[in-house]
């Protein structure tokens, strides 16, 4: 009996706890707890892209878009971050075979085209140095300009 009973209570705490949870406070709470936990652990945004979409259905998915930019001549594999009010696209560049360590650009969105390939697969071709991305890649429109 007591068992049951603390299932039904843990069960009804996780009802309310999710009701809070999409509600204005607690949606400026769970923001406040993302930013200080991108602060205390930088890798926290690139785990949580990496689960997106595999958990909560389609309301989760990746903020970080693959796309490929042109830059000084070279078009790298890169995620669209953001996009300013100018319309300047902040891409970040990541490294090989570390992903999680990369450079950030700002550029013009001439010079962006968005890949049509997951965001884990886009991290695969960084982890894998570039080998066995042709299958990913075949298809792809190259040029950067639209």
Same mark, same amino acid.
């Given at each position: 009996?007591?068992?049951?009973?603390? /299932?039904?209570?843990?069960?009804?705490?996780?009802?309310?706890? +999710? $009701?809070?949870?999409?509600?204005?406070?607690?949606?400026?709470?769970?923001?406040?707890?993302?930013?200080?936990?991108?602060?205390?652990?930088? #890798?926290?945004? /690139?785990?949580?892209?990496? $689960?997106?979409? #595999?958990?909560?259905?389609?309301?989760? =998915?990746?903020?970080?878009?693959? !796309?490929? !930019?042109?830059?000084?001549? =070279?078009?790298? $594999?890169?995620?669209?971050?953001?996009?300013?009010?100018?319309?300047? /696209?902040?891409?970040?560049?990541?490294?090989?075979?570390?992903?999680?360590? +990369?450079?950030?650009?700002? !550029?013009?969105?001439?010079? =962006?085209?968005?890949?049509?390939?997951?965001?884990?697969?886009?991290?695969?071709?960084?982890?894998?140095?570039?080998?066995?991305?042709?299958?990913?890649?075949?298809?792809?429109?190259?040029?950067?300009? #639209?």
């Amino acid at each position: 009996m007591l068992f049951c009973l603390t /299932i039904v209570l843990l069960l009804a705490a996780c009802f309310v706890a +999710g $009701l809070v949870a999409r509600q204005a406070i607690g949606r400026h709470f769970s923001r406040s707890i993302e930013q200080q936990s991108i602060t205390a652990f930088p #890798k926290y945004g /690139i785990y949580k892209d990496l $689960l997106a979409g #595999k958990i909560g259905g389609g309301e989760n =998915v990746p903020s970080l878009c693959p !796309v490929l !930019v042109k830059k000084d001549g =070279v078009i790298s $594999l890169a995620f669209q971050g953001d996009r300013l009010a100018n319309g300047v /696209i902040v891409a970040y560049l990541p490294g090989a075979p570390d992903a999680w360590s +990369g450079s950030i650009a700002l !550029v013009t969105p001439e010079n =962006v085209r968005r890949l049509e390939v997951s965001f884990t697969e886009a991290l695969g071709i960084c982890e894998r140095l570039g080998r066995d991305s042709s299958s990913l890649f075949t298809g792809a429109n190259m040029e950067t300009s #639209k």
